[in-house]
């Protein structure tokens, strides 16, 4: 009998990846959407669709009841569902943390705790890292979040690791890039028309993971069994700037780009008064002061070897091979 798998946040870029690869490998695949949630990248047949109401908690555990009894419980679920733009601190911590809380509480509730409970949480959790010899973050380091979003995150991932004997296992992503995605796009697009825009004049170290790997990494750690543990999922290697610069470039067959450092004064300012009218107008803005201090950050080299260990995590796709694969696609809808 087919596994069954439930993705929250499903209608997501991420997420959208996530319920492809579950069906790649047969599972009875649910992904839980809101009724506003858009389906474009859902198109498959074999997908069955849940509304979960995270606003509701009465509602919420009435339909995972309803759900058990009709089909039984899920064998695996994947926590998707988050939130990276807020204009407040509370908001962040009750879409980021209290609705992970009380997705769990209700599974526990309604016997219908899975066997292993995946975690989407992010490198933001760990805060500022070595940015004088660039060692990479450890499954030793201590988080230590620095933003509002790494903050809820963390609170989380605490929620998870304060439940005894719960099946849960963590993933803490670092920037994940390709087909659908809209931020990296928006870097992309600027070294089109011949610009790279970056942040400081002191060294940078980026990491990435094409989603088809985070996506593939996802499915191998729940054949593998919870582990209480988190993972920080990366292509094992760093990049610069210039480097990314470089490679985009050169797929997009633009022979001069010129790049232009903006000051951190300059970006912390332009954060504060963009954050500033998203607060007054209620609207959340992409630039803000955790912005600030996630472009701030000087070095996100992660050691993966845990993860590699444990259940045989090897990405398949290198900076220049998703950067291809990506930019491909976003030619062919037209975004780029």
Request: glycine share 8%; proline share 3%.
């Amino acid at each position: 009998m087919a596994k069954k798998i439930l993705i929250t946040g499903a209608g997501g870029f991420i997420g959208g990846f996530m319920v492809a690869e579950a069906l790649k490998r047969g599972y009875e695949t649910w992904a839980a959407v809101r009724a506003t949630t858009s389906r474009v990248f859902l198109q498959d047949e074999r997908i069955h669709f849940i509304e979960l109401d995270f606003t509701d908690g009465d509602a919420l555990a009435q339909t995972i009841e309803q759900h058990v009894a009709e089909h039984g419980k899920w064998d695996y679920v994947v926590h998707n569902l988050g939130a990276t733009k807020c204009t407040n601190y509370a908001m962040f911590n009750l879409i980021n943390c209290q609705y992970l809380k009380l997705l769990v509480d209700v599974l526990i509730e309604k016997e219908a705790v899975p066997e292993v409970f995946l975690m989407i949480s992010s490198l933001s959790v760990m805060g500022v890292g070595d940015e004088a010899g660039y060692k990479p973050f450890t499954s030793q380091s201590i988080p230590s979040p620095n933003t509002a979003y790494g903050l809820s995150k963390f609170n989380g991932e605490t929620c998870l690791r304060t439940i005894a004997d719960f099946p849960y296992t963590i993933f803490r992503c670092t920037g994940v890039y390709g087909p659908h995605e809209r931020d990296y796009l928006m870097m992309m697009r600027a070294i089109k028309y011949g610009f790279d825009f970056s942040v400081g004049f002191k060294k940078q170290m980026l990491t990435f993971i094409y989603v088809k790997d985070l996506a593939e990494a996802v499915m191998q750690s729940l054949e593998h069994g919870a582990t209480r543990k988190a993972y920080f999922i990366s292509e094992p290697r760093g990049y610069t700037q210039k480097e990314f610069r470089r490679l985009v470039a050169a797929e997009l067959g633009k022979r001069f780009v010129l790049p232009v450092c903006c000051p951190l004064w300059v970006v912390k300012l332009v954060c504060k008064v963009s954050e500033t009218i998203g607060m007054l107008t209620l609207k959340p803005s992409t630039l803000n002061g955790d912005k600030y201090k996630i472009m701030k950050q000087r070095n996100w080299l992660v050691d993966v070897s845990d993860a590699q260990n444990d259940f045989g995590f090897s990405p398949k796709y290198d900076l220049a091979a998703g950067v291809k694969e990506a930019i491909a696609w976003y030619k062919q809808v037209g975004w780029l």
